[in-house]
């Protein structure tokens, strides 16, 4: 993993621990959404190919 990844996973991390509840439930959606495409949330908030997905977080 290089620090790009690293940095993300910390971006990720730090949405997830300071979210709301309401943020919250939107982080789990997209989780669920990753999930059913075979991936994880964190795998796709990483790769720089599925960039765009962090829009809907």
């Known amino acids: 993993m290089n620090a790009e990844e690293r940095r993300r996973l ?8 300071g979210a709301s ?3 919250l ?5 997209a989780d ?3 999930q059913l495409e075979g991936q994880s949330l ?7 190919a599925l960039a765009v997905r ?4």
Do not use: M, W
């Open 42 to 48: 964190y795998e796709t908030y990483v790769d720089p």
């Open 54 to 57: 962090r829009l809907t977080l």
């Open 25 to 29: 439930r939107r982080v789990q959606d």
């Open 10 to 17: 910390q971006e990720l991390d730090d949405l997830v621990l």
């Open 32 to 34: 669920r959404r990753t």
């Open 21 to 23: 509840g309401d943020d």
